[in-house]
T-cell receptor, first 113, second 117 residues
Framework: GENVEQHPSTLSVQEGDSAVIKCTYSDSASNYFPWYKQELGKRPQLIID?????GEKKDQRIAVTLNKTAKHFSLHITETQPEDSAVYFCAASLSSNTGKLIFGQGTTLQVKP | GAVVSQHPSRVICKSGTSVKIECRSL??????MFWYRQFPKKSLMLMATSNEGSKATYEQGVEKDKFLINHASLTLSTLTVTSAHPEDSSFYICSAAQGGQRGYGYTFGSGTRLTVV
């Protein structure tokens, strides 16, 4: 089955700096890659997603890149703010509407003011 | 947007009792529902996939007789933790696959914090 590896497990940056979180997946058939932000005790919130027919997607300060050949994808947050501090999860799925979603281990991001 | 209502949000139960968690899709039909558990500071681990009108598919290592999943209608899926023990204490969260006219993606319930004492 699918296996998703996420690094780093913790990341501390200064406010205004950029943060990058990387994930690799094992199943080359996976075609949907969302990123979630989770506050303590809350549900995961989708922040951006990308499908396998696209190499990069950007939404304001957040961008995701996908390398299908290498089977890895990354989350880029620019101009970080203290409110970006949270746990971020990558995930992979064989389908964006019916396939099971497998999560990475998570990255705790701390943005220092 | 799509909403999944999950209840209860918190429950404390005694060892040996059973607890039922409900997830309802409020404004769409969820033919597929996924159930996850999450330990503190850990990732979401997929437990099982439920499809309306059929038996759930459990992930390796998940006891199907302990974690009973029922998906009797297109808007309701339930997870029952039977004979709960302290090690079952965790955060349980459901996710409904959208699809169809609503497009793609997954909608998560708000989660249930289960504490077994």
């Amino acid at each position: 089955g699918e296996n998703v590896e996420q690094h780093p497990s913790t990341l501390s940056v200064q406010e205004g700096d950029s943060a990058v979180i990387k994930c690799t997946y094992s199943d080359s058939a996976s075609n949907y890659f969302p990123w979630y932000k989770q506050e303590l005790g809350k549900r995961p919130q989708l922040i951006i997603d990308i499908r396998s027919n696209v190499g990069e997607k950007k939404d304001q300060r957040i961008a995701v890149t996908l390398n299908k050949t290498a089977k890895h994808f990354s989350l880029h947050i620019t101009e970080t703010q203290p409110e970006d501090s949270a746990v971020y999860f990558c995930a992979a799925s064989l389908s964006s509407n019916t396939g099971k979603l497998i999560f990475g281990q998570g990255t705790t991001l701390q943005v220092k003011p | 947007g799509a909403v999944v209502s999950q209840h209860p949000s918190r429950v404390i139960c005694k060892s040996g009792t059973s607890v039922k968690i409900e997830c309802r899709s409020l404004d769409f039909q969820a033919t597929t529902m996924f159930w996850y558990r999450q330990f503190p500071k850990k990732s979401l681990m997929l437990m099982a996939t439920s499809n309306e009108g059929s038996k759930a598919t459990y992930e390796q290592g998940v006891e199907k007789d302990k974690f009973l999943i029922n998906h009797a209608s297109l808007t309701l899926s339930t997870l029952t933790v039977t004979s709960a023990h302290p090690e079952d204490s965790s955060f349980y969260i459901c996710s409904a696959a959208q699809g169809g006219q609503r497009g793609y993606g997954y909608t998560f319930g708000s989660g249930t914090r289960l504490t077994v004492v």
